[in-house]
């Protein structure tokens, strides 16, 4: 699934891509540029996968994410680490999350 944001005309700004197999949901990518952040967007769109996932059997959500990325977004809406590879790429970790729907 895909869940897209775009501008009035209609070109692509930011977004999240996602797959559901064996009741998980798994997110792919998830982007959104500095302009757009810190509006409450992202919680959105976060809110919106994971009902779609719920709507179509899923039970817990999965993804990665590095350090200087989402951890931090993601944590605020109930994910937990799960793995970690430390140092990855140097100075900084990379992470595995899940949350249960």
Not at 81 to 96: A, K, L, S
Request: charged letters at 20%; zero cysteines; hydrophobic letters at 35%.
């Amino acid at each position: 699934m895909h869940i897209l944001v775009v501008d009035k005309d209609g070109q692509w700004q930011g977004g999240t891509t996602a797959e559901i197999y064996w009741n998980w949901l798994e997110l792919r990518g998830f982007w959104l540029p500095d302009t757009l952040r810190g509006q409450g967007l992202g919680s959105s769109i976060l809110a919106q996968v994971e009902n779609i996932g719920k709507e179509h059997g899923a039970s817990k959500v999965l993804l990665t994410t590095f350090e200087f990325q989402g951890r931090t977004f993601y944590e605020r809406h109930g994910y937990k680490v799960v793995g970690v590879v430390e140092d990855y790429p140097p100075g900084t970790n990379y992470y595995t999350m899940v949350k249960v729907l």
